[in-house]
């Protein structure tokens, strides 16, 4: 006798489905739901985490559960890029941005630079606001996954000139306008391409930050914070192209501009006018390599605004910014008026990087600016960076046990435990029917 079917006891369907740990990750939850019958454990636990800045493998039941998978997701959030909503626009560039950070992976993209060049160019055109500035961002982690590929430069033709009509759009928003300032200065510092490219590019964030230089009067003009945080952003990118031109430009650039800069060391905005402080010890620093007796225009005067900002304890300004300002100020002076050498050293497991220099600082920090927290992972395994920095080919730690934290194994063994529900509940439901 045929039994009719039954649904089990105590069975209820989930509202909410497979539980989602991002907000970025809420626009591929139907495609993970469909694909439940055919997932693995370990595929679900690498999904439910890749958007993760950690990669670490996770140990679970003494086997590793977590895959690198970060591909996969990385190829739906390409493809999201290309939806109507403008919020799961954002949320892809969002998982791109984190995967980009924490991973290198140059040879995925060396074969899809070019669809995400025209999703991203697509965010930057039509975007708004918060779109814009991550498709700026992503723009920069793009060249510097690609890095000195030939693909490298092309990306960077292909974005450079929406960059720049941002960059010089006064209507667009002054946040928008200084990521694309960062951007633009570290996508043409890592192609190089060409001394006509740079300069041109150099002469487009100078038309920028010059807005913070005095006026015909001798007055500083005042801005709003958003407008000098942009002017700042230019003024860094600019030194960031500065440092690698060949002396005899630099020299003519200090002709021109030396007198200028100065100017910036008395703006109401701190990181103004540790930008502008930066920009003169780089100056400075090459300036010596090319004339032992070089001094600029007015170093007497120039040491005293410097010894000045290095002290200073003026009670209107933030305590966290005249800590900031001091502590930069000190290195500049005894670089300007003692010729003396940066000391900054950075462990990066069992190497060590050495910055006894303005221009390997600012380049430095250009990359920190973008990558983040995933900048040593980066450091270790980049080719780029590692050739910047003078660090050779990147060392391989071989047999080399990383030991998880008791965090991630707990993580591990209850999305595991998820995944395993979940495939069993499915099986529940295809149940076939009992014959008496």
């Known amino acids: 006798m045929l039994l009719p079917k039954r649904m089990p ?258 703006s109401t905005d701190v990181d103004l006018r540790i930008a502008a402080g930066e920009t003169l010890a780089v100056f400075f620093e090459i300036g010596r390599q090319c004339r032992e007796d070089f001094e600029g225009d007015d170093l007497e005067s120039l040491c005293d605004k410097l010894r000045s900002l290095s002290t200073d304890g003026q009670k209107f300004r933030a305590k966290k910014d005249r800590r900031q300002q001091r502590s930069s100020f000190r290195d500049i002076l005894r670089t300007v008026e003692d010729e003396e050498l940066l000391d900054i050293r950075i462990k990066l497991g069992k190497e060590i990087l050495y910055i006894d220099n303005w221009c390997h600082k600012r380049q430095y920090d250009a990359f920190c600016q973008v990558l983040g927290s995933g900048m040593n992972l980066h450091l270790k395994q980049n080719d780029l960076l590692r050739d910047i920095f003078q660090l050779g080919g990147p060392i391989m730690e071989d047999g080399t046990v990383v030991k998880n934290s008791k965090l991630q194994r707990h993580s591990a063994h209850l999305a595991a435990g998820k995944a395993r529900t979940k495939n069993l509940s499915k099986l529940r439901d295809k149940r076939a029917d009992v014959v008496c």
């Open 9 to 266: 006891k105590g069975k209820k369907k989930s509202k909410s489905g497979w539980p989602l740990r991002h907000k970025q990750d809420q626009y591929f939850a139907s495609e993970e739901e469909s694909l439940a019958d055919n997932s693995s454990v370990v595929s679900n636990l690498s999904e439910s985490r890749l958007d993760s800045e950690d990669d670490t493998v996770i140990e679970a039941d003494d086997e590793v559960i977590a895959v690198d998978d970060f591909e996969d997701k990385l190829k739906e959030a390409i493809e999201g890029l290309l939806q109507k909503s403008a919020k799961a626009r954002i949320a892809s560039l969002e998982v791109i941005r984190k995967s980009l950070c924490s991973k290198f992976m140059c040879n995925f993209i060396h074969g899809r630079w070019f669809s995400l060049c025209d999703a991203v160019e697509r965010s930057l055109k039509r975007g708004k606001g918060e779109e814009q500035v991550l498709g700026a961002v992503v723009a920069a982690l793009l060249c510097t996954q690609l890095g000195s590929l030939e693909d490298c430069e092309k990306a960077f033709q292909h974005l450079q000139p929406t960059l720049l009509v941002l960059l010089l759009d006064s209507t667009v928003q002054p946040l928008v306008r200084a990521q694309c300032a960062t951007s633009l200065g570290l996508c043409c510092f890592i192609v190089g391409s060409g001394s006509e490219v740079i300069q041109s590019t150099m002469d487009s964030l100078y038309s920028v930050f010059s807005g913070s230089l005095q006026k015909g009067n001798g007055v500083l003009p005042t801005h709003k914070p958003e407008i000098s945080s942009l002017h700042s952003s230019a003024l860094l990118g600019w030194n960031l192209l500065l440092t690698m031109l060949p002396p005899p430009f630099i020299m003519a650039l200090a002709n021109k501009h030396l007198k200028k800069i100065p100017e910036l060391l008395d």
